[in-house]
C-alpha cells in the first residue's frame, strides 16, 4: 500500500467574526480546520479591575487561569501541550484542534463582580487530510480511522461515495450491520473501527469516509482510494552496438507504454535518466554489468536489463533468429574447434545459466524455469528452446569457462506473430 497525504491548502482555517450583540457579551463565531490552530482574543483593550482571569470551555472546564497580582498562569494538565496563553494581552491559542474540540470558549474576569468579556463558539470542520492509498488490482486496503479519540457517539459508519453504508456499528449493542454487497469482502474491526477491504477491482476505485452519529454528525477521516494494475515490463531493445577490444557503445532504446528513453552506453557507463507520466515512471540506471530500466507505479515494478558483458563480451557476431510463437527453436554453436573448457553454459539475458554443462562429470544442469522446455546436445553442444513465447524475447549466449572465459555464439531470439 502506498501512502500520500494530501492536505487540500484551500481548505486552511478561516474565522467567521458573526458579533451578535446579545447586551452582555458577543458570542463570535469560528470555523477551524481539523489539526489547525486558532487564536481567541478578549476583544477589548479596557478591562475592569481583576484579580483572575479565566478562559473556560463550555461554561465548566477550566483551560487557563491568570492571577493577576501573581502574574502566574495555571494550565490545566489537559491543555499543557496545546495551548498557549499570552499573559500580557490575555490571549488564547488552540493548537492541533480536534473535532472533539468543537464547543464554548468564554473569557471570564473575577473582580468585584464576575465578569463575561468574550465567548467564542469553535466549531472544528473539515478532514484533517483527504489521504491518498493506491492498491494493486486484487489485493486488500486497511483503513484506519487516524485518530484516538473519538467523539461520543451512537454510530459509526464507513459509507463509499455511493453513500452506501458499507459498515455501520452501533456504540450501544456493539452491532455490526455490513452491506450486502460488502458482506463477503470486507473486515471491520470493532475495537480500531478500521476498514478492510479485500479483493480490491479497478470499480471499487473512489472515496471512502468514517463517519460518527451522536449529538451531531462528524466525518472522521476520508480516503481517496485508487485501484490500479501492476506495471507491465518495459523492454530494452539494442538499437546498435559498436565493441573493441577496449571499448563498446550501444545506443538503445527502453519503453513502456507512453514512455520511452532513448541512450546511449559507453565507458561502463550512461547517464541515469528518468521520465514520469502520471504516476509512471521510468528509469535508466547504468553498472559495468548491465543497462537496467526499470518502470514502476505506486504498487508494483519491474525492469528489463542488457547484460554487457555478453552483448561486449568480445565475440561480436550476433545472430538474429525470428521464432513463431508457440514454435521451437535450435540454437548451436557457431564454432567446430571449442578451446578446452572446464564447463560450458547457455545464457539468457537476465543472466540466467539456462543450462550448465560441466566437462569433466559431463553433468547437466538445467535451470528449473526451463527444466521442461529445453534440451541440450551433450554432443554438440546445441540448445534447442520449445513452445517459445514473446516474454522469450532477448539475446542467449552460449558461453565458456576454462582458463578464459569465451562466448562462442551470441543469438538475438525474437518471438513473432499470435500464439
Ligand atoms: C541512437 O541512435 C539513433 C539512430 O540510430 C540516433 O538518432 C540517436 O540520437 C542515438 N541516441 C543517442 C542517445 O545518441
Ligand atoms: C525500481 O523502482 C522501484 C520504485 O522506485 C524501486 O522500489 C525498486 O527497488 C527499483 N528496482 C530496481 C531493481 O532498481
Ligand atoms: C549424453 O547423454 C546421454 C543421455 O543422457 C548419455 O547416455 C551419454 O553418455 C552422454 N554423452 C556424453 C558424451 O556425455
Known sequence: MFVTMAVDHLLTS????????????????????????????????????????????????????????????????????????????????????????????TAITRGESENNIVTYRVSVIGFSAEISVFVKTGDSVQLDIQTQKLPEFDLLSWTNDKLENIVKYIHESKKVKLHSSYKDRVDFNDETFSLTLKNMQKTDTGLYTARTRGESENNIVT??????????????????????SDSCTVNFTCRAHDLMINSNYQNNRCSPQEVTSQINTLIL?????????????????????????????????????????????????????????????????????????????????????????VDFNNKTFSLTLKNMQKTDTGLYTAITHGESENNIAIYRVSVIGES
Open 14 to 105: 478561516f474565522i467567521l467574526l458573526l458579533i451578535c450583540n446579545t447586551g452582555f457579551s458577543a458570542e463570535i463565531s469560528v470555523f477551524v480546520k481539523t489539526g489547525d490552530s486558532v487564536q481567541l482574543d478578549i476583544q477589548t483593550q479596557e478591562l475592569s479591575e481583576f484579580y483572575m482571569l479565566s478562559w473556560f470551555k463550555d461554561k465548566s472546564q477550566i483551560i487557563v487561569s491568570y492571577m493577576h497580582e501573581s502574574r502566574t498562569v495555571r494550565l490545566h494538565p489537559s491543555y499543557k501541550d496545546r495551548v498557549d496563553f499570552s499573559d500580557k494581552t490575555f490571549s488564547l491559542t488552540l493548537k492541533n484542534m480536534q473535532k472533539t474540540d468543537t464547543g464554548l470558549y
Open 223 to 244: 480516503y481517496r482510494v485508487s485501484v490500479i494494475d501492476a506495471v507491465d515490463a518495459p523492454v530494452l531493445t539494442v538499437n546498435s552496438h559498436w565493441s573493441s
Open 285 to 373: 540506471d547504468c553498472s559495468k554489468e548491465a543497462i537496467i530500466c526499470n518502470y514502476s507505479n505506486p504498487v508494483s515494478w519491474q525492469k528489463d536489463l542488457i547484460n554487457i558483458r555478453q552483448l561486449c563480451g568480445g565475440f561480436s557476431a550476433e545472430i538474429s533468429v525470428f521464432v513463431k510463437t508457440g514454435d521451437s527453436v535450435q540454437l548451436d554453436i557457431q564454432t567446430q574447434e571449442l578451446s578446452e573448457f572446464d564447463d560450458l553454459s547457455w545464457r539468457n539475458d537476465k543472466s540466467e545459466n539456462i543450462v550448465k554443462y560441466i566437462h569433466e562429470s559431463k553433468k547437466v544442469r538445467l535451470h528449473s524455469s526451463y527444466k521442461d522446455r
